[in-house]
């Protein structure tokens, strides 16, 4: 069909739109007119040729008159937009030929490309209030322990360039914690360094890499420069906590009040171990203490060379390798070297008593008294009195099945009770928390809200086939900060 209206076409329209006998009608119905004469007479014929050639000259000219009028009369006025703040992403474009999966998401704010089709970042960005500038981080992990290292591992397996910070409150780069109540008990010269004899027998250090592998961030403060955190590798700022985030505007806001915008931001803020009804009235006691990091493990270790008789609360996995590891070392010794008598008191009736067994729970227990620790099964403390003079504890201990009542006297406690997941960021944050398991409530990727995940022992997660659940454990923290740096990147297909 031809692109263009004939003349006999704009007739057709006139008729339609003018049906009573209009001038424009009866242009229109000249071409039509059954008049014989036009036909039989060569001079009228030529007449009518010159009324069409007219007729389309005066169409013509009457569109390319009133037609611009009549489109500025009838086309409404549009609002006049703001411009916005320009944010823009690094993402590879569609003429790189990357995969899809591996590409970034973009920024919400409005994304613009330069001449090369290639994207730019600017490192600091303008706030609403267009008062202050905050510095741009791809990816921000809150935590510095497994889960932020296997997530930040992942993240540069599918992202080299991305821009990422590991922000955690403690003075260490990033480590593994099982060591710290197993191996680094065996050799003290090694454990000088942190160092210890893995299972295929090398010598391994807990520390997932060397301090010179992060990109150390200094102290942030509100008149630290945005150049502080123009990061060429992985940034690592310690000792520092943060105090919420913001949403609505993607800021992770320090305590101090200094602000980061991100990309994406993983919470992985781990837990804090409990302790019991009976020790809340002594308040703070140096000689009472709970065991998570590797502060905790110097303070026990300096404790023991005046130690006599340590307690150890609890019958979980900690607890039982704490009272192995120690008595372990005791039997190393030397035989004019010091060592500590080990108790062991706990709730259940046996070792793990909450995750094995019955009898594997028992045998554990019988090999455990072999091997030279005292243990007192479903047994609980009622109570602790602390002697300032002679430095030690009176500790009754209960037995829950017959009642009878024991009174030990101890130098050093340690408390291994379990933990509570650190919730408190999420909640100040406005994230959702799990009122049953505890925890920060995220989907099946781990996500909780739109590019805020969560992963170790901190989230409560949806597992398709087991239904909701929150595991407190190294490889949970490792699998799934491995989960979560995929799910930020935005993989979507995996191996």
Excluded at 294 to 306: C, G, P
């Amino acid at each position: 069909m031809s692109k263009f209206f004939k003349t006999s076409d704009f007739n057709r329209i006139l008729r339609q739109m003018y049906p009573n006998k209009t001038l424009a009608y009866s242009m229109s119905k000249k071409k039509y007119s059954s008049n014989s004469q036009q036909h039989q007479n060569p001079k009228n014929n030529f007449k009518s040729k010159f009324n069409e050639t007219s007729t389309r000259f005066w169409l013509l000219a009457s569109c390319a008159i009133f037609g611009p009028i009549f489109y500025t009369l009838t086309t409404p006025t549009l609002p006049k937009v703001e411009k916005k703040k320009i944010y823009v992403d690094t993402s590879p474009t569609v003429e790189d030929s990357e995969p899809a999966e591996f590409t970034k998401s973009k920024l919400p704010e409005e994304i613009v490309k330069t001449s090369t089709s290639k994207t730019v970042i600017k490192d600091t960005v303008v706030d609403n209030d267009g008062r202050k500038e905050y510095p741009y981080i791809d990816y921000i992990l809150v935590g510095g322990g497994t889960a932020s290292f296997n997530a930040m591992i992942s993240i540069k397996n599918l992202d080299p360039d991305a821009k990422i910070l590991i922000i955690g409150d403690e003075p260490n780069s990033p480590y593994q914690r099982p060591p710290l109540s197993k191996e680094l008990w065996e050799n003290k010269e090694q454990s000088k360094d942190f160092d210890f004899n893995a299972w295929d027998g090398t010598v391994q250090s807990i520390f997932y890499k060397p301090e010179s592998f992060f990109e150390m961030v200094p102290k942030l403060s509100a008149k630290t420069s945005s150049e502080a955190l123009n990061l060429k590798n992985v940034g690592l700022l310690k000792e520092t906590r943060v105090g919420k985030l913001d949403l609505k505007k993607s800021l992770v806001v320090l305590e101090n009040g200094y602000k980061i915008r991100y990309g994406k931001v993983l919470l992985a803020t781990g837990a804090t171990p409990k302790s019991i009804t009976a020790l809340a009235k002594l308040g703070k006691n140096e000689n009472i203490q709970t065991f998570r990091s590797i502060s905790d493990f110097k303070k026990l270790e300096e404790k023991l060379n005046t130690s006599n008789k340590l307690l150890v609360i609890g019958g979980g996995f900690l607890g039982s390798e704490i009272s192995f590891s120690l008595q372990k070392r005791n039997k190393n010794e030397k035989d004019n070297a010091k060592t500590v008598h080990i108790l062991q008191v706990f709730p259940e009736k046996g070792l793990l008593g909450l995750l094995f067994p019955e009898y594997l729970s028992n045998y554990l227990t019988k090999k455990l008294v072999e091997f030279g620790v005292e243990v007192k099964t479903e047994t609980k403390i009622e109570s602790v009195e602390f002697n300032k003079m002679s430095n030690d504890f009176k500790v009754t201990l209960e037995n829950l099945n017959s009642k009878k009542k024991e009174v030990v006297q101890v130098d050093q406690i340690l408390v291994s009770a379990g933990v509570q997941p650190n919730t408190d960021l999420a909640r100040r944050s406005g994230l959702e928390i799990d009122p049953n398991n505890g925890g920060i409530l995220v989907n099946a990727e781990l996500c909780a809200r739109t590019n805020v995940f969560a992963a170790g022992d901190v989230c409560s997660y949806y597992d398709e086939v087991l239904g909701r659940r929150r595991i407190e454990h190294y490889d949970h923290a490792v699998k799934s900060g491995i989960l979560a740096g995929e799910n930020m990147v935005g993989l979507s297909v995996r191996k």
